[in-house]
């Protein structure tokens, strides 16, 4: 609402609420934006509608259903039109009296808020390069070439300006010469980024001493092996989830996750069930990344959903509540973030006797327990697919079933599907996710490139939700 339209709000309550109306309106329209007709219009709808469902009484009749009646001046009346035409009739100062106030009571918050803006629009502009580390010690070739590392992070906080911070998180991947993916929105920031170690080191302490993100520690940034070479490009951008799970974050705050478990402690919960055997029906140790992830690796007994995307993860919640009902959970992911959402998600269903999540997820406590209950491949976004701290391999080639945890892309152009298909195998021409993609393969020309990925004719094949949760 614009200076303008708050004064002649102000004018507009002094005037006899009998003269405003739709033709009054008209005749106002020179001195009134449509914004403020609007905000009346509401006022008085709801007003009326308020009134109307005030005298809302229960009939109930023997002989038939029950049904909605209003009493009003000592009269019933069974159908909506005539209580709507008796409170017009009859209580028209009621409801211009209560108009007006409703009407006062908007015009105050509006005005507070047409200030706050204005004070808003009079700072000066953020210098976002004030947030970037000075580099003139940093030689290129530094951030170039040496040992790479890369980085997994994310921070869950109100971000008041998305774009602002997506700017600067741009600004200074391209300063420090990183590569990676970054997702910014209202909720906060989630990213991984590949560059030298002293680009990372860089990174992180740029994060550390910004005046929103210096709630976090360096001990909330997950390093792997690696480098630039890990991502093809840079990408940053502003969304309205920082993970993709398709519930709107004003629906659905971060803030109810269940309770955070550090590494040690997850362990011993973990080494408390496996204890325990078949015999365990109390617990449920929840996986909660997609089938290609967990299916390379996972915790022993867990669960894990048959569900290709974190957007289906709801969906598996609701169609599984007995499941979960009067248990304990356990619930762990690549680095934590999956879990805020989703611990979140569960625990407002209210089945659960406790929601608990690995902080840090697989990654932190593959730091601390590379030997222990977690074993095969860590599966990761980037062009390495999987990081690992044990020797085991608990997947299998997808053509002829020996021991294989090594994905790549189908061979195909435009698919986008992961495959699992060993070396002896790929030798033999078996180099696509399925036989509809290797068929369709074969007809393609080699030099052909990709203007976009598509998802596999089999991707429908693929159960969305698991028809059998155990």
Same mark, same amino acid.
């Given at each position: 609402?614009?200076?303008?339209?708050?004064?002649?709000?102000?004018?507009?309550?002094?005037?006899?609420?009998?003269?405003?109306?739709?033709?009054?309106?008209?005749? *106002? +329209?020179? $001195? &009134?934006?449509?914004?403020? %007709?609007?905000?009346?219009?509401?006022?008085?709808?709801?007003?009326? #509608? /308020?009134?109307?469902?005030?005298?809302?009484?229960?009939?109930?009749?023997?002989?038939?259903?029950?049904?909605?009646?209003?009493?009003?001046?000592?009269?019933?009346?069974?159908?909506?039109?005539?209580?709507?035409?008796?409170?017009?009739?009859?209580?028209?100062?009621?409801?211009?009296?209560?108009?007006?106030?409703?009407?006062?009571?908007?015009?105050?918050?509006?005005?507070?808020?047409?200030?706050?803006?204005?004070?808003?629009?009079?700072?000066?502009?953020?210098?976002?390069?004030?947030?970037?580390?000075?580099?003139?010690?940093?030689?290129?070739?530094?951030?170039?070439?040496?040992?790479?590392?890369?980085?997994?992070?994310?921070?869950?906080?109100?971000?008041?300006?998305?774009?602002?911070?997506?700017?600067?998180?741009?600004?200074?991947? *391209? +300063?420090? $010469? &990183?590569?990676?993916?970054? %997702?910014?929105?209202?909720?906060?920031?989630?990213?991984?980024?590949? #560059? /030298?170690?002293?680009?990372?080191?860089?990174?992180?302490?740029?994060?550390?001493?910004?005046?929103?993100?210096?709630?976090?520690?360096?001990?909330?940034?997950?390093?792997?092996?690696?480098?630039?070479?890990?991502?093809?490009?840079?990408?940053?951008?502003?969304?309205?989830?920082?993970?993709?799970?398709?519930?709107?974050?004003?629906?659905?705050?971060?803030?109810?996750?269940?309770?955070?478990?550090?590494?040690?402690?997850?362990?011993?919960?973990?080494?408390?069930?496996?204890?325990?055997?078949?015999?365990?029906?109390?617990?449920?140790?929840?996986?909660?990344?997609?089938?290609?992830?967990?299916?390379?690796?996972?915790?022993?007994?867990?669960?894990?959903?048959?569900?290709?995307?974190?957007?289906?993860?709801?969906?598996?919640?609701?169609?599984?509540?007995?499941?979960?009902?009067?248990?304990?959970?356990?619930?762990?992911?690549?680095?934590?973030?999956?879990?805020?959402?989703?611990?979140?998600?569960?625990?407002?269903?209210?089945?659960?006797?406790?929601?608990?999540?690995?902080?840090?997820?697989?990654?932190?406590?593959?730091?601390?327990?590379?030997?222990?209950?977690?074993?095969?491949?860590?599966?990761?976004?980037?062009?390495?697919?999987?990081?690992?701290?044990?020797?085991?391999?608990?997947?299998?080639?997808?053509?002829?079933?020996?021991?294989?945890?090594?994905?790549?892309?189908?061979?195909?152009?435009?698919?986008?599907?992961?495959?699992?298909?060993?070396?002896?195998?790929?030798?033999?021409?078996?180099?696509?996710?399925?036989?509809?993609?290797?068929?369709?393969?074969?007809?393609?020309?080699?030099?052909?490139?990709?203007?976009?990925?598509?998802?596999?004719?089999?991707?429908?094949?693929?159960?969305?939700?698991?028809?059998?949760?155990?």
């Amino acid at each position: 609402m614009t200076t303008d339209d708050v004064m002649a709000c102000d004018e507009l309550i002094n005037i006899d609420v009998d003269t405003i109306a739709p033709h009054g309106f008209k005749q *106002e +329209k020179p $001195q &009134l934006s449509a914004t403020l %007709r609007r905000y009346y219009s509401f006022c008085k709808r709801r007003t009326f #509608g /308020t009134f109307v469902a005030s005298k809302i009484a229960s009939y109930h009749d023997m002989a038939e259903s029950p049904t909605t009646v209003w009493n009003c001046c000592g009269q019933t009346f069974k159908e909506p039109p005539s209580i709507h035409k008796h409170v017009a009739r009859t209580h028209d100062t009621d409801i211009q009296k209560l108009t007006k106030s409703t009407f006062e009571i908007l015009l105050s918050l509006n005005e507070k808020e047409a200030a706050s803006q204005q004070q808003s629009t009079e700072k000066e502009p953020v210098d976002i390069f004030s947030w970037i580390p000075d580099t003139s010690h940093i030689t290129d070739d530094q951030l170039h070439n040496g040992p790479g590392e890369v980085l997994l992070l994310y921070c869950y906080c109100p971000l008041a300006d998305p774009p602002l911070i997506c700017a600067w998180q741009k600004a200074l991947c *391209e +300063k420090l $010469q &990183l590569t990676g993916k970054v %997702r910014v929105a209202t909720e906060g920031i989630n990213g991984t980024v590949g #560059g /030298t170690k002293v680009a990372t080191d860089l990174y992180i302490k740029a994060m550390c001493s910004h005046p929103i993100f210096k709630i976090m520690e360096k001990e909330d940034f997950k390093t792997s092996d690696g480098g630039a070479e890990c991502f093809s490009n840079l990408r940053v951008g502003v969304y309205k989830e920082i993970v993709p799970m398709g519930v709107d974050p004003d629906a659905l705050s971060y803030r109810l996750a269940g309770a955070h478990l550090e590494p040690e402690e997850f362990h011993k919960e973990v080494e408390a069930l496996l204890s325990k055997g078949d015999s365990c029906n109390d617990t449920i140790l929840l996986d909660c990344r997609n089938f290609y992830e967990s299916k390379i690796g996972q915790f022993s007994q867990c669960l894990a959903p048959n569900i290709r995307k974190f957007s289906y993860f709801p969906d598996y919640v609701d169609q599984n509540l007995d499941l979960f009902r009067d248990k304990k959970v356990l619930m762990y992911c690549t680095g934590g973030i999956r879990c805020e959402r989703g611990s979140a998600y569960l625990r407002s269903k209210d089945v659960c006797k406790d929601v608990y999540q690995l902080k840090g997820g697989i990654h932190k406590y593959m730091e601390q327990f590379p030997e222990g209950f977690y074993r095969g491949k860590l599966f990761v976004f980037d062009e390495r697919y999987a990081i690992s701290s044990n020797s085991d391999i608990i997947s299998e080639c997808r053509y002829c079933g020996s021991p294989w945890d090594q994905y790549q892309l189908c061979s195909t152009h435009f698919c986008c599907q992961l495959v699992l298909s060993c070396s002896a195998c790929r030798q033999g021409g078996h180099t696509a996710c399925c036989p509809t993609c290797q068929t369709k393969g074969q007809g393609e020309e080699p030099s052909a490139t990709p203007t976009q990925r598509e998802e596999c004719e089999c991707t429908d094949g693929r159960p969305r939700i698991p028809q059998d949760a155990l």
